[in-house]
């Protein structure tokens, strides 16, 4: 089959395929880009913004069609497709609105005669490798910022998601991106090496898993290009008591189960004191009972979407078999269905042991994981006992003592008594194995920028 293609993953039916770029289509998308980037970086950034605006009224103005388009591609519900599309909506909007006074120059002291001005100037046309989980938000948090800066992109989306890819880049054309100032490529990864490479491109930047950042990040720095990371996590959720264990059960269950598990911050490590433990996974095995399979596009009451692909739902399987079989004890759910469908029923696992391999191990999937402690202290241990560093949350009637244990996380986003702050607004990346760099926020609009010194000598 054709690389990039429609697959439904609750049927297995491809629906529609679409030819890989030939070489010398990767070539013209490079001339377009860097000769785009010469006009759009000369046009006011009010003008700039006033078209990011634009595509954000796109996007609401088309978000029941561009649902639709992702529930099939990667088969998550109307109703969370409908939350993804106003998500990146509001982000693109966010900059458009905000992006401006974000990217203003502003004088430093200095100590030499003279006045010393930080600018915020684009750098040139980027490379944008994203995943197939969120395919608008991925592509919105990444290419607003930038195109608002002045800088042009490239879009290189996952090999599932060719239909939305193409919805982005018709409603950037449509708002008035000049042409080569936003491209997708169905590229292959030799193509996005040769990108990395090619001088016209200035930066690259990956969500994905830490095999590919590992490959993509030692491409940009053979070729001495800026890159940001995001890499996913095995976030910790600590709950060291709680009024109603149920309510915050229901809460760890709602967000780990969000799009089917396929979520980079989600609480993929939920860590219970010992006084609430029982009542806690109780009410997790609760809500975990008696869902069935379900089509996405009309997701009934107590189903349950599918997961992106055949492939995905069989490897999330095969993760919660290899932790059973190093002596975890599966509580629920974990059944995967028979067919070429993506079905994998939401899963709660414990006892997973600390020295195996599965503890080590993120699960892009609909497996909540829980894990026992008996002290604040072992409570932080076990948080920060992990390659990752995505985010993390703690849970406690006491906020003072939440916070304390919060601000030891070796995360790059801490949460006391919420499991994820999620806004436009609010920055979003990772330490340690899960990357670097943030986007979103008003720090995400300054990765790929030139923030040149400019100095008059009086």
């Not at 990039?4 to 010398?24: H, S």
């Not at 899963?347 to 599965?358: H, K, N």
């Not at 006391?416 to 720090?443: D, Q, W, Y």
Request: with cysteine; proline share 4%; aromatic share 6%.
């Amino acid at each position: 089959m054709s690389k990039y293609r429609v697959q439904n993953p609750a049927t297995g039916e491809i629906i529609e395929t679409f030819e890989v770029a030939t070489d010398a289509e990767i070539d013209e998308t490079l001339a377009a880009a860097d000769a785009a980037f010469r006009e759009w970086r000369d046009r006011s950034v009010q003008e700039r913004a006033a078209v990011v605006r634009r595509v954000a009224e796109l996007f609401d103005e088309r978000r029941d069609e561009l649902a639709r388009i992702i529930a099939v591609e990667m088969g998550k519900s109307i109703a969370e497709s409908l939350d993804e599309v106003e998500f990146a909506r509001s982000i693109i909007d966010y900059y458009g609105v905000h992006g401006p006074s974000l990217i203003t120059d502003h004088e430093i002291p200095s100590t030499i005669p003279g006045k010393a001005i930080i600018e915020h100037l684009p750098v040139g046309a980027l490379l944008g490798v994203m995943p197939w989980n969120f395919p608008y938000y991925q592509v919105a948090r990444f290419a607003a910022p930038n195109l608002v800066l002045g800088n042009t992109i490239i879009l290189k989306h996952a090999d599932i998601c060719a239909r939305s890819a193409l919805a982005i880049e018709a409603i950037m054309l449509e708002a008035g991106v000049p042409v080569g100032g936003y491209r997708n490529v169905f590229a292959t990864h030799d193509q996005i090496a040769t990108m990395i490479a090619d001088p016209r491109v200035q930066g690259v930047s990956l969500t994905g898993s830490e095999r590919a950042g590992a490959i993509i990040g030692e491409q940009a720095g053979r070729h001495l290009k800026k890159c940001v990371l995001e890499l996913g996590g095995i976030d910790p959720m600590v709950v060291l008591d709680a009024d109603d264990v149920a309510a915050v059960a229901k809460e760890a269950w709602d967000f780990r189960v969000y799009n089917g598990g396929q979520v980079c911050n989600s609480n993929k490590r939920m860590i219970v004191m010992d006084e609430i433990y029982d009542e806690f996974v109780a009410a997790l095995k609760e809500l975990a009972a008696g869902l069935e399979p379900g089509d996405q596009l009309d997701l009934g009451d107590g189903q349950f979407a599918p997961l992106s692909s055949r492939a995905a739902a069989e490897t999330v399987h095969a993760q919660v078999q290899q932790a059973i079989a190093e002596g975890a004890t599966l509580e629920a759910g974990g059944v995967l269905s028979d067919g070429p469908g993506a079905h994998y029923s939401p899963a709660v696992l414990t006892g997973v042991p600390r020295d195996s391999e599965s503890y080590r191990e993120e699960i892009f999937g609909p497996v909540a994981t829980v894990f026992r402690v008996h002290s604040d202290e072992e409570a932080l241990e076990v948080a920060n006992d992990c390659a990752l560093g995505l985010g993390g949350s703690v849970f406690s009637t006491d906020e003072a003592r939440a916070a304390r244990i919060a601000s030891k996380l070796e995360v790059g986003m801490t949460h006391v008594n919420t499991i994820a702050a999620e806004a436009a607004e609010l920055p979003f990346g990772g330490v340690k194995r899960s990357g670097f760099g943030r986007e979103m926020g008003p720090v995400g609009i300054g990765e790929f920028s030139n923030k040149r010194l400019s100095f008059v000598a009086r």
